[in-house]
T-cell receptor, first 111, second 117 residues
Framework: KQEVTQIPAALSVPEGENLVLNCSFTDSAIYNLQWFRQDPGKGLTSLLLIQSSQREQTSGRLNASLDKSSGRSTLYIAASQPGDSATYLCAVEQAGTALIFGKGTTLSVSS | KAGVTQTPRYLIKTRGQQVTLSCSPISGHRSVSWYQQTPGQGLQFLFEYFSETQRNKGNFPGRFSGRQFSNSRSEMNVSTLELGDSALYLC????????????????FGNGTRLTVT
């Protein structure tokens, strides 16, 4: 059974710092891995999708990497801003099921 | 382009009642999936529909059901509500059905907050 883990559960950083969020999964037979952002009381916003054949994806200040063999993904946020404060979730898609989510990392960026 | 719309935004029900939640996907999206989010369990998959057919189902009791209409709009129903059903219910839509060559991320609505008293 696939399990997705995100560490740390919460993170506080000062504005301008570069940071890395971690995601690990137990079954490497995945179709893709997706990173989402969730603001309080809102739905999820898709940030990046990495197909299983890819190693990384970039969007603006965000870079996500995928190492399928070791069951790990990282989300790198450059030059963090207070507006980046949110909960970040990773999820994997595999055959026979929809997305399986981790429980997220809650990020707080102080000005 | 309008996003995924979920109605109602908030709902308060009592134990034993039933409830129906609605989801209108982004225009052109044929796949709709439903998730339950609670502080303890996080996001858990309920079911997924594509072209009116249920493709996948999560590990929830039969009290949870859903359907998709020909215009891709979807509803989910929970019968005989329990206190533990209190949660944020999220609907998501995508262009395709996912899979190994999918490059279609999910687009989520803002959810329906259900409180069971």
């Amino acid at each position: 059974k696939q399990e997705v883990t995100q560490i740390p559960a919460a993170l506080s950083v000062p504005e301008g710092e570069n940071l890395v969020l971690n995601c690990s999964f137990t079954d490497s037979a995945i179709y893709n891995l997706q990173w989402f952002r969730q603001d309080p009381g809102k739905g999820l916003t898709s940030l990046l999708l990495i197909q299983s054949s890819q190693r990384e994806q970039t969007s603006g200040r965000l870079n996500a990497s995928l190492d399928k063999s070791s069951g790990r993904s990282t989300l790198y946020i450059a030059a963090s801003q207070p507006g980046d404060s949110a909960t970040y979730l990773c999820a994997v898609e595999q055959a026979g099921t929809a997305l399986i989510f981790g429980k997220g990392t809650t990020l707080s960026v102080s000005s | 382009k309008a996003g995924v719309t979920q109605t109602p935004r908030y709902l308060i029900k009592t134990r034993g009642q039933q409830v129906t939640l609605s989801c209108s996907p982004i225009s052109g999206h044929r796949s709709v999936s439903w998730y339950q989010q609670t502080p303890g369990q996080g996001l858990q998959f309920l079911f997924e529909y594509f072209s009116e057919t249920q493709r996948n189902k999560g590990n929830f009791p039969g009290r949870f059901s859903g359907r998709q209409f020909s215009n891709s709009r979807s509803e989910m129903n929970v019968s005989t509500l329990e206190l533990g059903d209190s949660a944020l219910y999220l609907c998501a839509s995508s262009v395709g059905t996912g899979g190994a060559f999918s490059n279609s991320p999910l687009h989520f609505g803002n959810g329906t907050r259900l409180t069971v008293t």
